[in-house]
């Protein structure tokens, strides 16, 4: 039997036992100072929590141990207006912070600096000693910046802009995305298009995907005061690449009531070719993956993060 045909076959097993079950949480984490949970990234360090409500980065050990917190509402260093994602790279935490252009740097659990970035940015990953940031409010989309915070390189065209993915209403909005990268490549999504992509660190489209095939692309139903929802179509929350699987995870909005359609995981491999998709019980709104586990934060009923097998 030839490579292709193991290939298919390998990929039905995993449909079968994955696509469409439902994953159950085997661990939690709750504290009472929990307050708007927003992202989790995980790593032989332990976990940490963006607690977005808090201003703070909560670091818990792989037992659900409480350690430490970093950060602290402010303007100053090491402080926070509107944070927005973080990442680990060994010792080192990075934590984007949206209104003040910034990734603050912890090394240790200490303040160990911080990148200027010359827009927002909304979201960020990082291949090699280069942050790969994404813009919001500027025509710029997609900006290369290196350790010392220098622009390397740019982007305007955003790839599901093209035909085959169409535009959101409010060009704005459009540009609101997620990355995550592998050793070689960095992926996206945004979150109000239908849409999964991978790029080269020169900036390049190489593939687009559709998250959810059998759902529409967006259509708006009230665009007063920009509170407008998309009824039953993919809404993209986080995305994560771990041992050469995509994950992303998105729901089906329903009235703008942000989990009432359920959150899923969808997975792909390296090249987006899609792999299967599962419910989570929960709601979750951002998520990372570690050694076969996926660890997401929630906020309804209560703000917590669940654990759950993939394998």
């Known amino acids: 039997m030839n490579r292709k045909a193991l290939a298919i076959i390998a990929n039905l097993i995993i449909t079968l036992a994955m696509g469409g079950a439902e994953l159950a949480s085997d661990q939690t984490i709750k504290s009472d100072t929990f307050y708007r949970l927003h992202r989790v990234a995980v790593s032989e360090q332990g976990i940490f929590i963006l607690d977005q409500g808090r201003k703070t980065v909560d670091h818990y050990s792989l037992a659900g141990e409480y ?28 934590v984007l ?30 291949i090699g000693t280069d942050f790969i940031v994404g813009h919001v ?19 305007r065209h955003q790839g599901a802009s093209r035909k085959k993915f169409k535009n959101s209403p409010f060009p704005i909005f459009s540009a609101l995305t997620h990355m995550t990268a592998s050793r070689s490549h960095f992926y996206l999504t945004y979150e109000y298009k239908n849409a999964v992509e991978k790029y080269s ?12 095939k ?26 994560k690449y771990s041992v050469g699987k995509v994950y992303v995870l998105w729901m089906a909005q329903i009235e703008q009531v942000e989990c009432e359609g359920l959150s899923r995981i969808s997975i792909f491999d390296e090249n987006l070719k899609a792999i299967a998709e599962m419910d989570l019980p929960d709601c979750v709104v951002g998520f990372d993956v570690f050694r076969g586990k996926l660890y997401g934060v929630c906020n309804e009923p209560e703000p917590r993060v669940v654990v759950y097998h993939l394998e």
């Open 67 to 94: 350690l430490e917190s970093m950060g602290a509402e402010g303007q100053g260093p090491g402080e926070f207006v509107e944070p927005q994602n973080l990442l680990i790279t060994g010792d080192t935490l990075w």
């Open 97 to 126: 912070g949206h209104t003040m252009r910034r990734i603050v740097k912890f090394v240790d659990g200490q303040f160990a600096g911080a990148i200027q970035m010359q827009s927002m940015p909304i979201s960020f990953s990082r």
């Open 137 to 155: 409010f500027t025509p710029t989309f997609l900006i290369k910046y290196n350790h010392q915070g220098q622009p390397l390189d740019s982007s």
């Open 201 to 212: 660190p020169e900036l390049r489209l190489k593939k687009s995907a559709k998250i959810a």
């Open 214 to 239: 059998r759902l529409k692309e967006p259509q708006v139903k009230d665009g007063g005061n920009n509170q407008w929802y998309i009824d039953g179509d993919a809404i993209a929350k986080d995305i």
